[in-house]
């Protein structure tokens, strides 16, 4: 009886272990998964469909990044490099973004709710900074950097970098997820279709309702 507890107890453990293991981009089980949009011929693995690997070519794992146009509200441009840029990525679990500003451009408020990102800057200078979660207190960990400079934003976490040299700024993103996804914050919050009710907003934000109104006017611009 005692036995049947124990191993019970043990495959419990070892689900859980695997749905945590499990939470995020799994590690591939063959050197790579050319995703392909044809599902007729395909097999579908983590999110996408994969061609026969004797299929692959090099231009699956190939990909030109241009400089972005910062002529745009915010001053800056991020151009994502993901699974649906390079299809050679699916299951390999990485990705990366070029971040080019203006001066004095905002990559502003966001998260990546499926992966981490780590930052170098290669020209220029940011501030950056990530907020903590609630339990943490909502601590604020921010820095200047300048070129050469690297910095780590953890998974899910409200983020932003902003130039606050007098020349343009560009910087290189490094991401633990194929599909890592992004949610800028204010974008979310007042321009979701359809709206939030405003009753919701004034009172989590406890302001006047002609305030979200305006708010919700407005023009979310998205750079990414």
């Not at 005692?2 to 799994?26: Q, R, T």
């Not at 050197?31 to 999110?47: L, P, Q, R, S």
């Not at 390999?92 to 992966?115: K, M, V, Y």
């Not at 820095?143 to 934003?153: A, H, Q, T, Y």
């Amino acid at each position: 009886m005692k036995g049947s507890i124990v191993l019970c107890s043990l495959v419990a453990f070892l689900a859980l272990a695997f749905s945590f293991a499990s939470a995020y981009d799994p590690s591939p089980l063959q050197d790579f998964c050319v995703a392909i949009n044809d599902t007729k011929n395909g097999v579908f693995v983590n999110g996408k469909f994969c061609k026969d690997p004797k299929l692959a070519k090099a231009e699956d794992f190939f990909f030109h990044v241009n400089p972005g146009n910062t002529a745009n509200p915010l001053g800056s441009k991020v151009t994502p490099v993901t699974v649906n840029e390079i299809l050679g990525l699916n299951t390999l679990g990485i990705s990366l973004a070029r971040i080019d500003f203006a001066a004095g451009g905002l990559n502003p408020p966001h998260t990546h709710p499926r992966g981490t990102e780590i930052l170098i800057v290669i020209e220029g200078e940011l501030l950056v900074g990530f907020v903590s979660s609630n339990q943490d207190n909502n601590r604020l960990f921010t820095k200047i950097l300048n070129k050469g400079d690297v910095f780590v934003f953890p998974i899910g976490l409200i983020h932003f970098q902003l130039n606050v040299g007098h020349e343009n700024a560009l910087a290189i993103a490094g991401l633990s997820s194929q599909n890592p996804g992004v949610i800028t914050i204010a974008n979310a919050v007042f321009g979701s279709t359809p709206p939030i009710s405003p009753e919701v907003l004034t009172k989590a934000f406890k302001v006047d309702e002609k305030i979200i109104a305006y708010l919700q006017k407005q023009f979310w611009y998205n750079n990414s």
